[in-house]
């Protein structure tokens, strides 16, 4: 088949790239030029795995893998809202006082009210909104910048924790009770998990085949079936190894495929809808958004809303975890992990660039670290300089990228 | 060629202040429905502020606006291009981050909830090949594009919406000489499809060439309507203030020459 014919191969100043061969040409080419996705994030992942292997043999056993999987979960769906708003090139710095806050929320509400958990769970979620909504009249209305507002909203609910809480100081929440269950013991089935990962993996070729047939139908160029076919391939196996592997363990804890299911529903949100589309213009040039005649203001309200909305979430799961609200709950490392995940996992600091897979990647990272160390009995001081320095590496690497986008005229 | 009945848009008495500075004062001005009017005047006359206004990026501080006959406010952009007057920046406002598909169809994509991509990339390719762009690829972000594809991108962009009035600043000034054809070609298509065309330019072959009506602004204000008959003489000293100037002493110092070169061969 001549490629001449294609409408997007026309141009002969493109350098025609067809098969497998083609698609590795184009995509060591894309990292060249400084679009280099998850690339670091994944090499940098494998690189903290070997050497915590080669410390402590515990590190990579699925018992443990487990665990981190568990715990990536709840500051992971935190990290999700951070890449909404960072993608609109702001930030929130207050995600983990709301998520403290949501669980301290919960546990009065639910504990010491007495009010179903269900209703003490939308309670928790609708205030994080209302936070969101706040940042957002703040920085729509008064221009305040989000750096300085949800700096002053980090002590400001942080507050609103404490008074919760009161006296006490802590809730304990029922174990048994189905939400401490999610955060404690609930996995999914074997076989459920092994058929999950394989309709991930055709649902995957599905949508691409048809995306294929679609642009072949109208005479733009598609990837091959090969490609197609192998792709799907790849990532069934990988899916179905992972599950194997944590079903040695405890096995795939079901609090994981909730921050899974977030994370694929907010890949679509933004790879797939108008929405996204919107938020990543606003994040590039806010102007031309604006020009576009895009409601600029409620993109950035949304963007508010959601970050908070999932610190809400986040809040809500980390006190399942835990089996408690408890002062604790969102202070310390909560905020920069949840921050420097959706960073170290790819997701710009200058704006419009960036992922819902980010996320996963990037708290797996912070995760794997705080274990390995544990794991080596060493204190929270080396932690905290490693996942600074972690954080560092990936800042710069995004500098650098981003530089070499502009050389490269891929900004 | 000057079209009848009430005008797409007419505007009275529109002025634009920024702080102590009137960039515009008591601007009127009409355009009717396959017309092309060409907006011509010197550097910082005022010319983006009157297009930024009609695209609602700016407020007019005082006047009126009729869109085909309706007075309008036109609050934001997003009014503007609902009402369908579609904009061509001279600063060309595209999202360097996203590709040349996304640019065209931002903020109008086709179906919202699950983007039909293909579809998006067939008519941005048929929009592309009406203005002959030599674009290689539409899944490049535009920042790997130049000055000039950049330019054909934002027309595309503006024709993309089936508007009633384009507004284009300086649309040819990025543009080779092929292309600029190409544009002048288009803005003629789309004036004979019966819309009205609202254009600047520095270039008075260009203006000439299309232009139904000439508007000449200086300093803010109105400073007289021409027709493409007009003399280069009348139009220069319109756009510069009547009398001695730079152009002026330029052409006598020619003409001098000229003819004492023709004296002595
Ligand atoms: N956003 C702005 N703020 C302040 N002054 C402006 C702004 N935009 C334009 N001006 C002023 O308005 C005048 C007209 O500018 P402009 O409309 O860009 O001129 P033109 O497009 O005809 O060259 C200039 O004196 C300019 O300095
Ligand atoms: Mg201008």
Redesign the interface.
């Known amino acids: 088949m001549g490629d001449a014919k294609l ?2 191969r026309a ?1 002969e ?2 350098k025609s790239a067809a098969g497998i061969g083609g698609a590795i040409l184009a995509f060591l080419d894309r990292v060249r030029s400084g679009d280099l996705g998850s690339l670091p994030v994944i090499i940098g992942l494998i690189i903290i795995c070997s050497v915590f292997q080669s410390l402590n043999t515990v590190f990579l056993s699925p018992s443990n893998i487990v665990n981190l999987l568990y715990d990536s979960s709840t500051i992971g769906v935190i990290s999700l809202g951070i890449v909404c708003i960072l993608m609109v090139g702001e930030i929130d710095l207050s995600v983990g006082s709301v998520s403290g806050f949501a669980s301290a929320l919960l546990g009065v509400l639910w504990v010491n009210t007495g009010i179903p958990v269900f209703l003490a769970i939308i309670a928790a979620i609708l205030a994080g909104a209302v936070i969101g909504l706040f940042y957002a009249f703040l920085f729509n209305r008064f221009g305040m910048p989000s750096f300085v507002s949800t700096l002053a909203g980090l002590l400001a609910v942080l507050g609103l924790q404490l008074y919760l809480l009161g006296e006490s100081g802590s809730i304990n929440l029922p174990y048994g009770s189905p939400l401490v269950n999610l955060g404690q013991s609930l996995f999914v089935p074997p076989a459920l998990a092994y058929l999950l990962g394989a309709l991930a993996g055709l649902a995957l070729f599905w949508r691409s085949w048809r ?1 294929a047939a ?2 072949r139908n ?1 005479n ?1 160029s598609a990837q091959s079936l090969h490609i197609l076919v192998g792709r799907a391939i790849v990532i069934t196996v990988v899916l179905e190894a992972a599950v194997f592997y944590l079903n040695r363990g405890r096995g795939v804890p079901l609090m994981l495929v909730v921050f899974l299911a977030l994370v694929v529903l907010l890949d679509y949100a933004l790879t ?4 996204g ?2 938020v ?2 606003v ?3 806010r ?9 600029v203001r409620r993109i950035y309200t949304s963007a508010f809303v959601l970050c908070a909305v999932f610190a809400a979430i986040g809040g809500v799961l980390s006190s399942a975890r835990l089996a408690s609200a408890s002062q604790q709950a969102g202070t310390g490392d909560v905020n920069l992990d949840a921050i420097a995940a959706a960073v170290i996992g790819g997701t710009s600091l200058f704006g ?2 960036g992922n819902a897979y980010s996320a996963l990647l990037g708290i797996i990272v912070i995760q794997a670290i705080s274990s390995g160390l544990t794991l080596l009995d060493l204190s929270s001081s080396l932690r905290y300089m490693i996942t600074g320095a972690v954080l560092a590496i990936a800042v710069i690497v995004d500098s650098l990228a981003r530089r070499s ?2 050389s ?4 | 060629m000057t079209a009848q009945g009430t005008p797409v848009l007419s505007l009275h008495g529109i002025s634009k202040h920024f702080g102590a500075v009137s960039a515009l004062t008591d601007i009127e001005l009409d355009v009717h429905a396959g017309e092309v009017v060409a907006l011509v005047g010197d550097n910082g006359a005022g010319k983006s502020t009157l297009v930024k206004i009609l ?1 609602g ?1 700016h407020a007019p501080s005082a006047g009126r606006i009729a869109f085909q006959g309706r007075e309008v406010t036109l609050p ?3 009014a503007a ?2 009402l369908g007057i579609a ?1 061509v ?1 001279q600063d ?7 590709d040349v598909v ?1 640019n065209i169809f ?4 086709l179906s ?4 039909d ?3 998006m ?2 008519k941005a ?1 048929t929009l592309l090949q009406e203005l002959s762009a ?8 535009v ?3 130049s000055g000039g594809q950049r330019q054909t991108v934002a027309i595309a ?1 503006s024709l993309l919406l089936e508007p009633k009035l384009i507004l284009l600043d300086e649309p040819t000034a990025a543009l080779g000489v092929a292309q600029t054809a190409e544009v002048l070609d288009l803005i003629e298509r789309v004036r004979d499809r019966g819309l009205g065309v609202l254009m600047i330019s520095h270039n008075m072959e260009d203006v000439r060439a299309v232009a139904d009506r000439i508007v000449v602004l200086r300093l803010g204000r109105n400073n007289g309507i021409f027709y493409p008959d007009a003399s280069n003489h009348e139009l220069v000293s319109a756009i510069t203030g009547a009398g001695e100037n730079a152009v002026s002493r330029r052409a006598a110092r020619r003409s001098t020459r000229d003819s004492s070169l023709g004296e002595t061969a």
């Open positions: 409408v997007d141009d100043r493109l995306t679609r642009r109208a733009l797939r809808t108008q929405w589309r919107a990543k213009a994040g590039g040039n102007e031309a958004a604006r020009r576009a005649g895009i409601n419009g660039r986008r502009v490269h005229g891929r900004a | 695209a990026v934001d952009p997003a291009l609902s904009t920046f060309l406002a595209l999202c360097e981050n996203l996304a931002l903020g109008r994509e919202p909830y699950a983007l991509e293909v579809a990339e067939i390719w030599r674009i290689p690829s539409l899944r490049e972000t920042a790997s594009l962009r």
